[in-house]
Every structure is written in structure tokens, then in C-alpha cells.
């Protein structure tokens, strides 16, 4: 086997750990850095690897959908995170949901046990210099890091704001208003796998007026001078304070649920979904929120179903730090100012637990290709990946926000369906022919999934 240097991966979140574990599988030695738990960030709570702080699901998983076909990809090139996620699945209908603790924990096995791999569990203060490594940090990154990585990078620091949802006991739900449902009673086991707790008007405006008026954290002086919340996940306060009816055409949409009640679709509905595998936690859907503890015990239980709601964890906010990829970053996630450096997850401005982990998966396999003096790799804008790596590193400097797995993004097609889910389909049939042809240039052998989709 062909020596190559020890590579280093600065990070266990997500992209971290699928990068080492892409670097170990192909035979690369890997020194991982952890600074948890010596050092704990504001919103981690343990130790484990990859330990997921917001939603516990990583999105979709239908092969017609955006997120579904990256996870696709990701299967096809041998992703870790996929397969722990799927150990650790919990119903949620037709995306992919995990018990957080189990997952965590089957990472972090893993990868502790993974031969080529040394964990060491220190905070990275600097960036390496002489090494070939993968910065993954993410979005809480260390300061003396970030301030490290602003010096090299000689341009300035962008961020935004990123809130997490709550948690309740299922038993402290009300089940004589609450009713498990899917939206139009897709993709749900017999008894459904979403707790919904419908709203009449009344109700809704009630709730409406109690978290416009309810008291949020306060910010401290230096975030506050330039306050950024990533669309994708805004917090609940803050969509309410657009209008009276954003949340009622948002998180709390009615679209498809019918009040088995009355038989009418509500006004207004508020979904949790599971959270665990034993199924005794439940987070509520799209509830991400700033608000003060107590004025979340207090706005909250004016949701019908749960007004006796036990708050395992409540919502709050922390600081995601991204870079300004356009401007630093290839296609490959090398760093343009120190060619060494490989950048991967939510640092890149890459929104999504897929697509950090996917990230992760490209920087890891192209750190090792640079040590090996080989090419590295830049997936066809046609992959979801691929297309992903393409945006952060060409949209507009000025202007840079974070991304998710969408079909906007993918080059048109010659002939789209006009049918959505056949239109979905063949965005994948041509992104697994792309990926498959990629692969075989390079002499990488396709997985069994994407060579069956390829035949």
C-alpha cells in the first residue's frame, strides 16, 4: 500500500466524522480533533461524536426529492453517517429521522474503533501549517480558531443566527385533542407518524398575541451589530413578527390534516415528531425560538394538547459561524489561501445535516487524493453534491447565504417532466449516470445501488 501522511480533521460533528471515516476506509491514517467534552460549546451536551443540536432529522429520504437524492449519492459513495442514521431510525414518515443519543452513539464507536483513526480529544487553536487537513469545526467554531481562520482567510467573518426547537414528553401530551396524522395520510404507519394539535382561530390568534408579546434573550452588544437568521430556520418569534398569518402559511400550515374531531381541516396545526427511538420524546416541528425559558413554558402551553406539555428541553439560539466560500474555497473544498486545507460542513455555508456530512465526504476523499498526489475530485454540477459545491464556491460574495439540497440549483433539464415527481425522478436518473461515470474515470468501483441505477 502506497504511504501516504497522517491527515488531520479538525472537528467530530457531522462532516468531521464522515471525512475521517472516507480517509480511513481507503486505507489514509487520520488524527481527528475533538476539543468535547474539555471544551463544551454552548449547545452541545455530551461527549459523542456528531452529536446533532437542532432537528433530529437529516430531511427527506424519497428518491424524487432533493434531500433524497443526495442521501443517494451519499449511499453510492459509502457514507458512515447515512448508515449509523439508519441504525438509529425513528418513524417520520418519509424522511429520515434518528434517535439523537443512539446515533451519536454508534458514531462515536465507529469511528473510536476504526483502526486508521486516532481521536484526540484537544481544542485546535491554530490551523495546521505542514499537514494536509480538514477543517470541519462548524457552525460553533472555537474562538481562537475562528479568529485564526479570519487572519489567514484576510477577508471578514460572516454569521448568522440558528435556533433549536423543544422537546416534550409524549405522556404529557393531551390526547383527546392531539391525533397522530400525516399530512393527506401519506407515508404514515397505521396510527401516523406525526402528533398533531389543531388550532381553531381563536386559538390561533391567542397564541399569536401571547409570542409577539413574549420576552426573548437578549443578544450581546457585538451580535447584535449585525443580526443574520438563516431563512431556512428562523425562530418562531421572528416569523410572527412578519405577519399575523406567517405561521399559519409556514410551520403551522393546516394543508392536509383533518381534525378528527369535526372532520374539517383546522385553522392552523402545530406537529411534533418523534425524537427518540423509544418514542417517549417528541420535538415540535419548525418551533425554533429565542424566547426566554419561562415565557416558553408560558406561550407554548397555549397550544391545544399541550397545556400540561412536560419541556424536556426548550428552545434557544446560538451563533453559526460560516466562511465566505465564494471567495476561499474551490469546488474540491480546498482553501484557496492555504492549498493544504481542506474545508467541509456548515462552515462552507452548506445548510443541511446531509449536506454538512456530505461535504465531509468529498473534503475527506480529496484531502487523501492531494496526499497521494493524486487529482482531486470535482463532482458534475448535475450531482447534488456536486451542485451544492458548485454554488457555495460561484454565488455572489456579497450576498452569500447558507444552502440546502435543492433542485434550483442543478443544471435544467433537456426535457423536464412537467409531472413533479417524474421531474424529481429523472433529476436522479441523470445524477446517479453522472456520478457512475465520474467514478469509473477514476477507477473507483460504483456501490451495488448505483451501478443497479445506472443498468
Known amino acids: 500500500m502506497q504511504h501516504t501522511p497522517t491527515i488531520v480533521v479538525i472537528g467530530g460533528g457531522l462532516a468531521g466524522c464522515e471525512a475521517a471515516w472516507q480517509i480511513a476506509e481507503r486505507g489514509g491514517k487520520v488524527r481527528l480533533y475533538e476539543m468535547r467534552p474539555r471544551k463544551m460549546t454552548p449547545a452541545h451536551t455530551s461527549g459523542y461524536l456528531a452529536e446533532l443540536v437542532c432537528s433530529n432529522s437529516l430531511g427527506a429520504d424519497q428518491p424524487d426529492k432533493a434531500p433524497g437524492l443526495l442521501k443517494r449519492e451519499m449511499r453510492a459513495l459509502g457514507s458512515l453517517i447515512l448508515a449509523c442514521a439508519e441504525q438509529a431510525a425513528v418513524p417520520a414518515g418519509g424522511a429520515l429521522a434518528v434517535d439523537r443519543e443512539v446515533f451519536a452513539r454508534i ?28 477543517v470541519a469545526t462548524g457552525p460553533l467554531t472555537s474562538d481562537a480558531l475562528a479568529e485564526d481562520i479570519a487572519r489567514l482567510s484576510g477577508s471578514e467573518y460572516l454569521y448568522f443566527w440558528d435556533a433549536i ?26 396510527e401516523g407518524d406525526y402528533i398533531n394539535c389543531p388550532m381553531t382561530r381563536e386559538e390561533y390568534e391567542r397564541f399569536v398575541d401571547a409570542l409577539l ?37 409556514g410551520p403551522m400550515r393546516p394543508v392536509g390534516i383533518r381534525d378528527p374531531r369535526t372532520g374539517k381541516r383546522p385553522y392552523a396545526v402545530v406537529q411534533l415528531r418523534q425524537d427518540n427511538i423509544a418514542g417517549t420524546l417528541y420535538n415540535i416541528v419548525g418551533f425554533q425560538t429565542n424566547l426566554k425559558y419561562p415565557e416558553q413554558d408560558r406561550v407554548f ?43 467541509a460542513g456548515q462552515i462552507t455555508g452548506v445548510e443541511g445535516y446531509a449536506g454538512n456530512a456530505a461535504t465531509g465526504l468529498l473534503a475527506g476523499i480529496n484531502a487523501l487524493r492531494l496526499a497521494r498526489g493524486e487529482p482531486l475530485i470535482t463532482l458534475p454540477q448535475t450531482t447534488m453534491l456536486g451542485a451544492l459545491c458548485h454554488y457555495i464556491t460561484h454565488a455572489d460574495p456579497k450576498h452569500f447565504q447558507p444552502m440546502k439540497a435543492n433542485f434550483g440549483i442543478l443544471p435544467p433539464l433537456a426535457q423536464p417532466p412537467r409531472d413533479k415527481r417524474l421531474r424529481g425522478a ?29 443498468e
Open 213 to 249: 408579546s413574549a420576552e426573548t434573550v437578549t443578544l450581546r452588544d457585538f451580535e447584535l451589530q449585525d443580526e443574520r437568521f438563516f431563512e431556512g430556520c428562523l425562530p418562531i418569534e421572528v416569523m410572527a413578527r412578519r405577519g399575523r398569518e406567517a405561521l399559519a402559511f
Open 165 to 190: 426547537a423543544p422537546i416534550v414528553t409524549v405522556d404529557s401530551i393531551d390526547f383527546s385533542i392531539a391525533f397522530r396524522a400525516g399530512r393527506y395520510g401519506r407515508n404514515q404507519s397505521d
Open 301 to 343: 402551553r397555549l397550544i391545544p394538547g399541550l397545556q400540561n406539555a412536560e419541556f424536556v428541553r426548550y428552545g434557544q439560539m446560538h451563533r453559526n459561524t460560516f466562511i465566505n466560500a465564494p471567495v476561499l474555497l474551490e469546488p474540491t473544498l480546498r482553501f484557496k489561501p492555504r492549498p493544504t486545507l481542506f474545508f
Open 426 to 454: 429523472a433529476y436522479a436518473e441523470r445524477a446517479l449516470r453522472d456520478l457512475h461515470s465520474v467514478l469509473d474515470a477514476l477507477g473507483i468501483a460504483p456501490t451495488a445501488e448505483i451501478a443497479a441505477q445506472t
Open 107 to 134: 458514531v462515536t464507536e465507529r469511528i473510536e474503533s476504526h483502526p486508521n483513526i486516532e481521536v484526540v480529544r484537544e481544542e485546535v487553536t491554530r490551523l495546521p501549517e505542514d499537514t494536509i487537513a480538514v
